[in-house]
């Protein structure tokens, strides 16, 4: 009795280890896999195989009985094995199939027809041979097929009508293959389609209205072709395109209103395309973009909307386009999603000062290998989350020092790799990075390129009392063109420092500084015109720096414990300066030349300077008739006394 049991238990596994064969793996579930030197499939596979793979083998041809006697099996697959043949009626004993895979193997061609009976295929993988064409009734009858893959093979041209039966295809894949053009209305019939790739194909021409008929389109895949002109209206009939790449094309530019019709669009990629100009009308409304690239074009500009529809976009990389000079102010007006904006190795000189002021949740910046000079003082006004800037690789002279002030939240700025001018101008952001030292990751290689006494010093090294900044003083210029006004800036933190100084230019000398205890308050001079000047390092040719020569400072308390490091630069215009310091800033109000002031007050400061003169005068006037009338009075005062005497001598006793 125990025997019988012993027996039923050991036998269902004994028949299922009998009738796998050794080359192959054989799972309850049906799953078969061979692999190894079989050149058929196996004979004595379970009867209830589903699903056979046979993988790396030496099979060449695929008999007409080699599927046979597997009337369970629904899904067959030869991969990465030399199949060179198929016999025409391979499929007729295994009619069930819903999948059949051939990819990575060496078929040149195919049989027609040998697909025919295969009434119920869903999933047909071609992909990865050496097929040359396809026959255009290759696909004849595969009503179910929903997955077509013929990508990487040698096709150079598809036949009219080929995909006419496919009316349930969904994914379409004829990449990597050597299409020169997409016969008209070969996809006319393909209603289901959601995915069509024919990227990496030479293709050159696309005919208008090659996708009108895929309503359900949501992936269109055309990059890597020679495409160098799309139709108008290409795309406006795929409201449901999602992801669209046309990049690494020749593509010189695009039609008006390309893009508009795309609503779900989230991806769009027009790339390494020699892109000479975009037209200001291109991108339609996208309000679900995602990602967005432009680089290796050859635009030397973007129109300023081109983004301006696009605002979920997270993620930005308008970059190493080698051109690309010029950025328009409002280019990211409508991006409140920004984190991370990449403009690096583009052709960038210069950037307005307002560019990024919208970009309120920016976190990372790459302005990197460019041929920036300098950036507006205020550049960063509107990013208080930006944690990382990299501004390696420029023109860089010099920064205005407070260009990161803004910007509380930096983390992480690069600066190397710029010629950096340690002139005067350079004190304030070298100040701010010796004072930043932990944020400015590669302070040991942002370095002096001028003066050649300070070739490769670090700038975070430089102190303010080793600047040489007497030479910027320029007397006679200063003096000649005296009917200037001044620019003065600072950055001079001492609170000290924030008292009214008067700035009075004697023209023998040079500046001369004093101090007055009251303050001023430059918003109550609301008749004069009141700047606030921050520093430019533009020179232009009527600027001066001076500075305030050693021995003639004034020896105030403050000037021993700190140096003095204002500046200014005389230009021409109104001649009447007044200026008041607060938070570090000097702030200018100033009367200029062509207000009637200048004249009032001008006849005013005669006419008190005169007054003046004239009191002087009457009151040494009065001084000296005073004196007169005393000595006459003492004359007559001494008369007097003598007669006094005299009489009293003479009088009878
Ligand atoms: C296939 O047959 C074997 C033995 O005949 C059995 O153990 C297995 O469960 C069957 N698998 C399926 C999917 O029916
Ligand atoms: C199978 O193919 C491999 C390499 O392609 C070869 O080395 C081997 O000899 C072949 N085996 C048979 C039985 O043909
Ligand atoms: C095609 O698929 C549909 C649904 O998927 C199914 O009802 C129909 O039987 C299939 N046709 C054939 C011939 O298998
Ligand atoms: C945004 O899309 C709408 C709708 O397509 C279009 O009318 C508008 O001109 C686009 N805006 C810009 C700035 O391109
Ligand atoms: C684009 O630029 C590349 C190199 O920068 C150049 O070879 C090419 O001719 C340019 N293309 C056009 C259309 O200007
Ligand atoms: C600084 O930023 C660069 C570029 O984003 C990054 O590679 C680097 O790891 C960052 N360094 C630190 C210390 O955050
Ligand atoms: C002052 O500037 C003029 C013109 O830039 C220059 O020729 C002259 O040498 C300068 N003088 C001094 C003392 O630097």
Request: proline letters at 6%; aromatic letters at 8%.
């Amino acid at each position: 009795m125990w025997s019988i049991f012993l027996v039923f238990l050991v036998q269902p596994l004994c028949i299922q280890s009998t009738t796998c064969p050794s080359s192959c793996n054989c799972n309850q579930m049906g799953d078969v896999t061979c692999k190894g030197s079989i050149t058929d499939v196996p004979i004595g596979l379970p009867a209830n195989t589903s699903r056979l793979q046979l993988v790396a083998t030496n099979m060449t041809v695929l008999n007409s009985q080699s599927l046979a006697m597997l009337p369970l099996m629904l899904r067959f697959s030869i991969k990465h094995s030399a199949l060179v043949a198929i016999h025409p009626n391979a499929f007729q004993v295994a009619p069930q199939l819903l999948s059949v895979k051939l990819s990575f193997n060496a078929l040149h061609s195919l049989p027609p027809r040998v697909f025919r009976h295969l009434v119920s295929l869903d999933q047909l993988h071609l992909d990865n041979n050496h097929l040359e064409s396809i026959s255009p009734v290759q696909f004849e009858g595969l009503a179910n097929l929903t997955e077509l893959d013929v990508s990487n093979n040698a096709i150079t041209h598809l036949a009219p009508g080929v995909f006419r039966s496919l009316r349930r295809l969904v994914f379409l894949n004829l990449g990597r293959n050597f299409l020169q053009q997409l016969t008209p209305n070969v996809f006319h019939s393909l209603r289901q389609l959601e995915s069509l790739m024919v990227f990496n194909n030479r293709l050159q021409a696309l005919e208008p209205g090659a996708f009108d008929d895929l309503p359900n389109l949501c992936q269109l895949t055309l990059h890597n072709n020679q495409i160098a002109r799309i139709p108008p209206k290409l795309f406006w009939a795929l409201r449901k395109l999602q992801v669209l790449t046309l990049s690494s094309n020749k593509l010189q530019g695009f039609p008006e209103k390309s893009f508009y019709h795309l609503p779900k669009l989230t991806k769009l990629t027009i790339y390494k395309n020699p892109l000479l100009s975009l037209t200001d009308k291109l991108m339609g409304h996208m309000p679900m973009m995602e990602e967005f690239y432009l680089f290796a074009t050859n635009l030397t500009t973007v129109p300023g909307n081109l983004f301006a529809n696009m605002s979920r976009i997270e993620r930005l990389y308008l970059h190493f386009n080698n051109k690309l000079a010029e950025l328009p102010p409002d280019l990211f007006c409508c991006l409140p999603k920004l984190q991370r904006l990449s403009l690096k190795y583009n052709d960038i000189q210069d950037v307005h000062h307002d560019l990024f002021s919208k970009l309120a949740n920016m976190i990372a910046l790459f302005l990197n290998d460019n041929q920036l000079c300098n950036l507006p003082g205020d550049i960063f006004k509107g990013n208080p989350g930006l944690k990382s800037i990299d501004l390696r690789n420029n023109q860089l002279k010099v920064l205005p020092g407070e260009v990161f002030s803004a910007a509380w939240a930096l983390r992480n700025v690069s600066l190397s790799g710029n010629p950096w001018d340690c002139g005067c101008d350079i004190r304030d952001i070298a100040h701010w990075i010796r004072r930043n030292e932990d944020v400015v990751i590669d302070g040991a290689d942002v370095t002096c390129s001028n003066p050649p006494t300070f070739l490769r010093r670090p700038l975070k090294s430089l102190h303010h009392n080793e600047f040489d900044c007497d030479h910027a003083m320029n007397v006679s210029q200063a003096t000649a063109s005296f009917t200037g006004s001044f620019h003065v800036s600072t950055t001079t933190e001492s609170p000290a420092l924030r008292e009214t100084q008067t700035v009075e230019i004697i023209p023998t000398t040079s500046v001369r500084v004093a101090t007055s205890p009251q303050k001023t308050e430059a918003s109550s001079k609301d008749r004069f015109t009141t700047r606030v000047f921050r520093h430019t390092s533009t020179d232009p040719p009527t600027a001066y720096i001076l500075d305030f020569p050693k021995d003639e400072q004034p020896s105030g308390d403050y000037f021993l414990s700190q140096p003095f490091h204002d500046w200014l630069v005389i230009e021409n215009g109104p001649e009447f300066v007044h200026n008041n310091r607060l938070t570090g800033w000097v702030y200018l109000w100033t009367l200029s030349t062509n207000q009637t002031y200048t004249g009032f007050l001008m006849a005013l400061h005669i006419l008190l300077l005169a007054a003046g003169v004239a009191l002087i005068l009457a009151a040494m006037y009065g001084m000296y008739r005073l004196n007169q009338a005393m000595d006459d009075l003492r004359a007559k005062l001494t008369n007097r006394k003598h007669n006094i005497t005299s009489k009293k001598a003479n009088r009878p006793r």
